[in-house]
């Protein structure tokens, strides 16, 4: 052996230069990665195995079937990396080497990624440089549809400016608008540019639902169990830009069903008082006032008997007398729910159903409301008072909530009218 280093060979060469050139991308060393491509000792669209746990370079299209360990890490060329890192410098030298701007080699775009990562630097450079904008990801989405945070917003607008196409579906089973999107994610301030930029306000999905509709399912946060005030903003600005309040899904639901589902009295209020009807039934023959019911013992942050008095003042059908045990099993933990619906009636008979719906517990703890209960709801009938009270709602019907405030009645009177608990029953 004489000392002199042995040739590496070109394989271990290929090797090094491509583990210079991803150090480069991610410490933004764009000196190093200008020399790198000025030697050609690399292509400008090489791919590299990078980790992405959380998603951000992968787009799979629905109904694949993947192994687990391809969704830690993913595939990516250097500009999609640039973006990931928002390394501008390094993302500028790679256009000015000629990179393809528009590959997705794991079904994203580098624009996609921009939007994603909501780095409007990136997004306007690659604009400039002539990116699509209303490319799909291999999943279906386009970039707008990327935009789905509060600080994508801008990026959101670029593309729009820029002329993105604000009314393109999900090439997917899903087939929404950018404006759906919007709705889903409660982004009010994206909701009104789009709106105001050709948006059609009821378009559907391939579920039929509206923007409006999608607005309202997810303005209950499910997992923590809190409504988004944020939804609520948006579901206002799209009954303001005249979205269709009574519009039906393919299950026959409308925004009020959802609303209903959520036990969202805020908006509930809202559809009401745009015109929502409160009767509509869904293909299983369930009303607003159904869903309620059957998601009263889940809504923890709920106000039941808020649902159940606008309902009933905006002339929802009550109950079915025999099924009310049913209410009393929703609601046996909230008595100003059972008080309202009971007002609803002229007179109703308690059955030995009312008393097994109700836990020991819960009879012990609002035993002053539950005694009443069941002294008022025997044989004897109810007070004139009441008797009177069924007869002014029964010829308002649905306008009792319009009509009723106008009367020239002391307000104890009108929320007597309108059904509002007291904690007791006579």
């Given amino acids: 052996m004489d000392g002199t280093a042995l040739p590496v060979s070109t394989p271990a060469a290929a090797k090094l230069v491509k583990r210079n050139f991803l150090e480069a991308l991610k410490s933004n060393d764009f000196g190093k990665l200008k020399a790198i491509l000025i030697q050609r000792q690399i292509d400008v669209d090489t791919v590299f195995e990078v980790e992405d746990q959380n998603m951000v370079l992968a787009s799979y299209k629905q109904g694949y079937w993947l192994p687990s360990y391809k969704l830690k890490s993913s595939w990516a060329t250097g500009?999609?990396?640039?973006v990931l890192f928002g390394h501008v410098e390094c993302l500028l030298v790679l256009l000015d080497h000629n990179a393809t701007i528009n590959c997705r080699p794991n079904g994203k775009t580098p624009l996609h990624v921009a939007c994603e990562m909501a780095n409007l630097d990136c997004v306007k450079i690659l604009c400039d440089h002539g990116a699509k904008l209303n490319?799909?990801?291999?999943?279906?989405?386009?970039?707008?549809?990327?935009?789905?945070?509060?600080?994508?917003i801008l990026c959101a607008k670029q593309l729009v400016w820029r002329g993105a196409n604000v009314n393109m579906k999900t090439n997917n089973q899903d087939e929404e608008t950018p404006l759906h999107t919007a709705a889903h994610f409660g982004l009010s301030e994206l909701v009104a540019f789009y709106v105001e930029h050709g948006a059609v306000v009821d378009s559907v999905n391939a579920h039929m639902e509206t923007p409006l509709a999608v607005a309202t399912y997810w303005a209950l946060r499910f997992k923590e169990q809190e409504y988004s005030r944020e939804h609520h903003?948006?579901?206002?600005?799209?009954?303001?830009?005249?979205?269709?309040?009574n519009a039906r899904d393919d299950d026959f639901k409308s925004p009020l069903h959802k609303?209903?589902?959520?036990?969202?009295?805020?908006?509930?209020?809202?559809?009401?008082?745009?015109?929502?009807?409160?009767?509509?039934?869904?293909?299983?023959?369930?009303?607003?006032?159904?869903?309620?019911?059957?998601?009263?013992?889940?809504r923890p942050a709920a106000q039941p008997e808020i649902c159940y008095q606008l309902?009933?003042?905006?002339?929802?059908?009550?109950?079915?007398?025999?099924?009310?045990?049913?209410?009393?099993?929703?609601?046996?933990?909230?008595?100003?729910?059972?008080?309202?619906?009971?007002?609803?009636?002229?007179?109703?008979?308690?059955?030995?159903k009312w008393k097994r719906a109700i836990p020991d517990d819960d009879l012990e703890r609002y035993w002053d409301f539950y005694h009443s209960l069941f002294t008022v709801c025997s044989n004897s009938p109810r007070t004139l008072m009441h008797l009177s009270r069924c007869a002014i709602r029964r010829t308002l019907h649905n306008r009792c909530h319009r009509v009723i405030?106008?009367?020239?009645?002391?307000?104890?009177?009108?929320?007597?009218?309108?059904?509002?608990?007291?904690?007791i029953i006579y």
């Fill in 79 to 82: 500009l999609h990396l640039s």
């Fill in 135 to 152: 490319s799909y990801s291999l999943s279906g989405h386009t970039a707008l549809h990327f935009c789905t945070t509060p600080s994508s």
């Fill in 233 to 245: 903003l948006v579901c206002r600005m799209l009954l303001d830009y005249h979205a269709e309040v």
């Fill in 259 to 298: 609303a209903a589902w959520n036990c969202d009295h805020v908006l509930m209020h809202m559809m009401l008082e745009a015109g929502a009807e409160a009767n509509l039934m869904d293909i299983n023959g369930c009303a607003a006032i159904q869903y309620v019911l059957k998601v009263t013992s889940v």
């Fill in 311 to 352: 309902l009933l003042n905006h002339g929802a059908a009550r109950i079915y007398p025999p099924q009310f045990h049913k209410v009393i099993q929703a609601c046996h933990s909230c008595p100003k729910a059972i008080e309202v619906v009971v007002n609803a009636y002229e007179h109703i008979k308690w059955n030995v």
């Fill in 405 to 423: 405030p106008l009367l020239s009645l002391p307000l104890s009177l009108k929320k007597y009218l309108l059904l509002e608990p007291e904690g």
